[in-house]
């Protein structure tokens, strides 16, 4: 065989060769591919396992948030239901204890009330005979026979009996031994009320009286009854009897007594301040501090060239001329207060209704005892209506024993009656008699004030205006030329500025300077340097040429700078000195016209001052 056919021989084994080894490498990898196939579908069914396995746990997850959300919901239904619980065990204890203080209160009302008619019942029924003795159709009734004096005597004696210890009881049979004519015994009456209370029994002899026409034994009793009282504590029955009064209900005598009293009061309480004060303090003084409240004050917009020109003054200036004012703003205050003068116009009839109301009030007025008792009973009857509330109770206190009634000094009476008149417990007829009865002091505190007022006023002022200062005197009567004291501020000023204008000139050790400055500058330093350097040196020869040419050129400039600024300062100067002038006469006229009020005050109240001492 031929080496070519060996070769070609040999090429085809292993052709074969190769093929078998492909076919054999190819079995392997389908079976190995078949394995896979096998793993993937043992594991997809392991996967799908899971998957149901997990569908199931998700269920069950769903389940349990479902349950979870019942058992929350039963929760929150089981708080609200103790709490509603709660609510509703606290509003039954509460209405309990409010219940049960209504138990309370009800018994022990129940008790007081049993008490307050076993012990003060019989109070009751002598009240009412009070009140029907002191009325006038009872003496009538007597005069005419219509009632049996006998009677009355029984009825009146039946009270004392049950009644030994209430000054009413033998105050009304003081007034049925009145309507017998029995003097030694209506004596003896009167004396045994006046022991159990003399002011009580004092003024319902006064008040009977005057009901019953005797208007002689109502002023002796009604001046008894003002000498009993203190004038540091001054009830309301003196307001209402200071009414009736002032009302004329009780007749001249009565009015003259009660003018006089009220007089020797304010007298005293200025002497009684006088004594405990560390300095001699006059009785016009306590007055003083009203009637300063009632000054006019100067608001900052007035008098302010005035105020500039005489600054250092200008305090003191301004205490005086508001102290000035006083009389006359009192005046106003007090003819708006009284707009019938101290007077009133004519007196009215009286109806006699100040005296039913203070006789009502006196008769119904109840005694410690009695009113002690009854604002408990008070107490408890706000403690049921309230519901046992104690605290709504509490401030619904209502009790006519409260700060209405609570006594007041005569001063501060007399303070409320005329600068208060809103908070005083008087009519205008009584608030007129207290103007009358503190009138002296408020007069001479006025004079006071005007005194004060006057020291104040300097007998020259001194008005300085840019730097110039002129004396002038405080009279406006005196004649002050003001076109003078304007030239001559004018003529002062353009002076000034002229010499100021004058040494507005060449300086020219500066000009010199600034000149060596920029040739040194120009000509040794600029031509050396290099950069920011040169400019920086260049400028400052620029700056020191354009001084040079400013001194030099730039005087008329300056010059009429300066005259424009002094003919501005000069024209303003002028304008406050003429404003200050013109004010300082209107002030001070103004400030005499407010201290001649003093004399419109005194013929305002002429009648009352020369009534009260006459």
């Known amino acids: 065989m031929s080496e070519h056919a060996r070769n070609a021989a040999m090429t085809t084994g292993d052709v074969m060769g190769d093929r078998s080894e492909a076919d054999s490498a190819l079995d392997r990898l389908i079976e190995q591919l078949e394995g896979v196939g096998k793993e993937q579908v043992r594991h997809g069914g392991r996967l799908d396992s899971f998957e149901e396995g997990l569908q199931g746990v998700r269920a069950k997850v769903v389940q349990l948030r479902g349950d979870v959300t019942e058992v929350r919901q039963e929760v929150a239904g089981l708080e609200s239901a103790v709490s509603d619980t709660r609510e509703v065990l606290d509003a039954f204890i509460q209405q309990y204890g409010r219940d049960r203080e209504v138990a309370r209160a009800q018994a022990e009302l129940a008790r007081l ?33 219509m009632v049996n004096t006998i009677t009355v005597r029984s009825c009146a004696e039946e009270r004392m009996l049950l009644e ?31 022991t159990l209370d003399a002011a009580k029994a004092n003024l319902f002899f006064a008040l009977t009286s005057s009901r019953l026409g005797n208007e002689d034994e109502a002023a002796a009793w009604m001046d008894t009854y003002l000498q009993s009282l203190d004038p540091e504590e001054l009830g309301q029955d003196f307001c209402v009897v200071l009414d009736a009064i002032a009302s004329n209900e009780l007749g001249e005598e009565a009015l003259s007594y009660t003018r006089q009293t009220m007089a020797g009061w304010n007298q005293s309480t200025h002497r009684t301040s006088a004594h405990n004060s560390i300095m001699d303090m006059p009785g016009a003084a306590q007055w003083s501090g009203r009637l300063r409240n009632l000054r006019r004050q100067l608001s900052e917009d007035e008098y302010t060239a005035l105020r500039e020109t005489c600054s250092d003054q200008w305090d003191a200036l301004q205490v005086g001329w508001e102290l000035a004012t006083v009389p006359g703003r009192t005046l106003a205050y007090l003819q708006r207060t009284f707009p019938d003068g101290p007077d009133g116009v004519d007196r009215p009839v009286s109806d006699g209704r100040h005296v039913e109301t203070a006789l009502e009030r006196l008769i119904n007025q109840l005694e410690p005892d009695e009113a002690h008792l009854h604002e408990q009973m008070r107490r408890l009857e706000r403690i049921i209506e309230h519901g046992g ?16 009634t609570e006594p007041v000094p005569f001063v501060t009476l007399l303070d409320q009656a005329v ?43 001194t008005l300085s205006v840019a730097g110039y200062s002129w004396t ?17 501020l004018a003529t002062r000023l353009e002076q000034r500025t002229q010499a100021r204008s004058d040494a507005v000139v060449r300086r020219w050790p500066r000009v010199c300077s600034a000149l060596l400055f920029g040739t040194v500058t120009g000509a040794l330093v600029v031509p050396f340097v290099d950069g920011v350097s040169r ?46 002038l013109r004010q300082r006469e209107d002030f001070f006229t103004e400030w005499l016209e407010s201290m001649e009020d003093l004399a419109a005050l005194t013929r305002w109240a002429g009648t009352a001052n020369s009534a009260d001492h006459g």
């Not at 509330?389 to 209405?404: N, Y």
């Not at 009138?439 to 004030?449: F, I, K, N, Q, T």
């Not at 400039?557 to 424009?564: A, F, I, P, T, Y």
């Open 164 to 194: 030994p210890a209430y000054w009413l009881a033998p105050a009304i049979m003081a007034v049925a031994a009145n309507f017998r004519d029995e003097t030694e015994q209506g004596e003896r009456a009167r004396a045994h009320a006046c």
């Open 535 to 580: 400019a920086l040196f260049f400028l400052l020869t620029l700056t020191a040429v354009a001084w040079v040419l400013w001194e030099i050129c730039g005087v008329p400039l300056r010059k009429r700078h300066v005259r424009e600024q002094g003919d501005q300062s000069r024209h303003d100067a002028v304008a406050t000195l003429a404003k200050a």
């Open 472 to 488: 002038l005197p405080t009279d406006p009567h005196r004649t002050v030329e003001p076109d003078r004291l304007i030239d001559d």
């Open 389 to 404: 509330d104690l605290e709504a109770a509490a401030q619904a206190d209502e009790s006519p024993l409260g700060p209405e």
């Open 113 to 145: 009330t049993t008490v307050f008619h076993a012990e003060f019942a019989q109070r009751k029924q002598t009240r009412a005979l009070a009140r029907g003795l002191a009325h006038t159709l009872t003496a009538q009734a007597v005069r005419r026979k």
């Open 419 to 461: 600068f208060a008149p809103d908070t005083a417990r008087l009519g205008p007829s009584a608030r007129r008699m207290a103007l009358r009865a503190i009138w002296p002091s408020l007069e001479g505190a006025a004079d006071r004030v005007v005194t004060e007022s006057r020291r104040q006023i300097p007998h020259r002022i």
